[in-house]
């Protein structure tokens, strides 16, 4: 299966579209989710430690014979494992769960708590060889900017929601001076409806012989977004992936871009997210 590589600004090359194991419950079902994927094709895996299925992803790695090369995969630590010192322990029982000797991008999943201590340990674990690229998820206030200009290794990614409804042209701008790529979360909108059903996608999905689910992925894929829709669905997934035989113009491009409408799937505030940082207490 033909792939797509972003470089990032540390000179890594991440596979553009990948499998995102959020709300895949259980390490089992995630093995099975991630080796169909791995299957079919798929070699980048975005899952983080409040998912609590790590250990399913790195027993997919494993027993999917792929060499360990050529998989992504990305991970993300919690706020409440952020702290200099504290954020190096986190990373080694990552590691522990993951059952591997490096990740290829850790994540800071959220914009609190002591993120700044946590990225220095994040900096030093790229150092000794541990993780490969690091990056943000989330940070969209003005602690973007706060974190970033401080950094000495400038983020590689930032992980947002971002689908045809909100598309992130201005984050996409505060973030061209360090060459932070954009990664999507809810890509196809966490499978929203209306999102799915937009008669442009329709059409384009008549035009094309491809689903409109293909088309909003080959929208993302043109745009240069990082994707991984999840799915746990046979069929979705390889219907998912199968994106790369076919091309939208620059017209159809456009025309997409036109249904940005600042809709996010996602509303809670950002003293809502604070409080509800506490339902998830990581174990081990
Ligand atoms: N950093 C963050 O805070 C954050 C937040 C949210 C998500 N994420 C990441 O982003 C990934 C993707 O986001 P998401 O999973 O929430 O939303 P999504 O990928 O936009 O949508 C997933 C939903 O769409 C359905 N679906 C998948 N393929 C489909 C197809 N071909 N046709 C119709 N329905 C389809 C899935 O159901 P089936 O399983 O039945 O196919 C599921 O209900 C996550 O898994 C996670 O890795 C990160």
Redesign the pocket.
Known sequence: MKQNYVTLNDGNHIPQFG??????SGDEATKQ?CLEALNLGYRHI???H??QNERGVGEAVKESGIPRNEIWI?S?LWPSEYGEGKSAVAIEKMLDRLDTDYIDLL?L??QFGDYSGAWKDMERAVVQGKVKSIGL??FESERLEELVEAANIKPSVL???C?PYYQQNALKQRLAPYGTAI??????????NEL?NEPIFTELAQKYGK????VILRWHMQEGII???????P???K??ISIFDFGLTDKEMALIRTLDKGVRF?NMTLAEQEQNLGKFIPAD
């Open positions: 499998l995102g194991v959020y709300q895949i989710a975005d899952t983080a409040a998912y990305t993300k994540l999943h959220q998820s989330n992980q947002v929601e689908h990664e999507s979360w809810y890509p196809i909108g966490h499978g929203d799915l689903t409109n689910v293909q994707v991984f829709p999840k799915s746990t669905n069929q979705h997934l219907e998912n996602f």
